[in-house]
Each structure stands twice: as structure tokens, then as C-alpha cells.
């Protein structure tokens, strides 16, 4: 069930707005004045707020200019509810926020139809707002896609242009085997060549394999890839800009 908060110091104002409401089937809530408003608001969601404008207190003018800045109430229709019939009352309303103007006395069908026009449109306002949400939801699942894309074309470039330089230093190193002397520096550190160009071509047939890949945070702006292959995880790592 909707509801709907009264602000209004006239108990017999507010006895009638409470019947006006009730009779359209929706809940009613009042305050006093401004302040207990607000407190109310603290502590219950409602879908339409009518506003006097004389209040003890602060007046309904200060009241509207708070509803617009809290986060709860920004889009939640307001009635402004006044004898004031100037222009420039009427100005100030709408420039701070008011939905509706209706003066006093005021006729419970016009301010009923009012109602309920502004609940329709605050229902087709959320129902936009959660449309817009699914899109730019999607549009980041796009976009994700669309990077994952770019990291296996990268990954599968890499691969093509290492892999031809990283053959002939592996060819390189067994000529080399075959002509090394029996220095034990040289050897260790022959080794330990062939030993990084293996690690270097198991890395490369990975970025073949590569399926998909994301980024996880490292240290210092550094950025780990993850690469999905085949199941497993291997980690390439990229300097953020």
C-alpha cells in the first residue's frame, strides 16, 4: 500500500487530508510541523508528501529545500498546500522543488486527481530509473567483453611474435651446448638460460591456450592478469597508467 505524509499544524486540515487519502486507498502519516516531518522520514518510506506552508518552526519552503537534498526523499512528489496565491510564492515553490501548488480551501477532487497523477508518474519515474540501471549494467558487460577480446588478441599476437625470436635463442643454446668447453661458469650459466627460455615458451603456448582473462590488483599501481587456461591460472603483470 502507498503512503502518504501530512505536514500540516491544523489538526482539522489534516483530519481532512487524512480522510482524502484514506478514501483512495492509500496509508496516511502526519506531522505537526516540519521537524517531526523529517524525523518521521528518518524512519518510513513514503511515495507522496503534502506540505503546508506556514508551519510553526521552520516554514514549508526551508522543509522542501531539505527533502530535495536527502537522498530518501529527492524524488518523492511533494504537494505544496498554502493560502499564499501570489506569483512569486508560487515561483519559489516550483524553484525549490515542489511538485504541486494547490491553495487553500481546495477541493478534494482536484486534489485527488493530483495525487494520483503524480504517483503515476513517480511509478513510471522508478520504473525508468530501473531500466536505466539494467542498460548501463549491460553496457558494463559489454564493455567487459570487449576487453577481454582485446587481452586475447594481445595474448595471441604475443604469442605469434615471441615465438619466432624465442626458437632461435633455444636453437642458439643447444649450438652453444655442443661447443661449450668444460668451464663450469660457462655451463651454470648456460643452464640457466635454457632453463628461462623453457619457462618463456611454456608462458607463450599459455597465451595460446588462453581463454579468458581479468585484472586483480598487485601492489604499488601494479595490475596482475589473470589468464584462464584450460582451467588453470596464470598471472602476467601490467603497469597501470
Known sequence: MKSILIIDDDPDIRSLLCDAVGGMGYA??????????????KEV??????LDWMLPGRDGPSILKELREMPSTEHVPVIML???????????????????????????????????????????NADLRQKNAALL????????????????EFAGTAAHKLGQ???????NCHLLETLAKEDPKFKKALE?????????????????????????DYYDGIKILDMEEKGEARSLVEKKN
Do not use: N, W
Open 137 to 152: 549494467a549491460m553496457q558494463e558487460q559489454l564493455i567487459e567483453k570487449e576487453r577481454q577480446l582485446i587481452l586475447l
Open 192 to 216: 640457466a638460460l635454457k632453463a628461462d627460455t623453457k619457462r618463456m615458451s611454456e608462458i607463450l603456448e599459455g597465451l595460446k591456450a588462453t581463454r579468458s582473462a581479468r585484472k586483480t
Open 82 to 124: 498554502t493560502a499564499r496565491e501570489g506569483l512569486q510564492d508560487k515561483l519559489e515553490a516550483f524553484e525549490g522543488g515542489a511538485d504541486e501548488y494547490i491553495t487553500k480551501p481546495f477541493q478534494f477532487k482536484e486534489l485527488q486527481a493530483r495525487i494520483k497523477a503524480l504517483l503515476r508518474i513517480r511509478d513510471l
Open 45 to 50: 518510506q513514503v511515495d507522496l508528501i503534502i
Open 165 to 171: 625470436p624465442l626458437s632461435a635463442i633455444i636453437l
Open 28 to 41: 496516511s502519516i502526519s506531522a505537526t510541523d516540519g521537524e517531526k516531518g523529517l524525523e518521521i522520514l
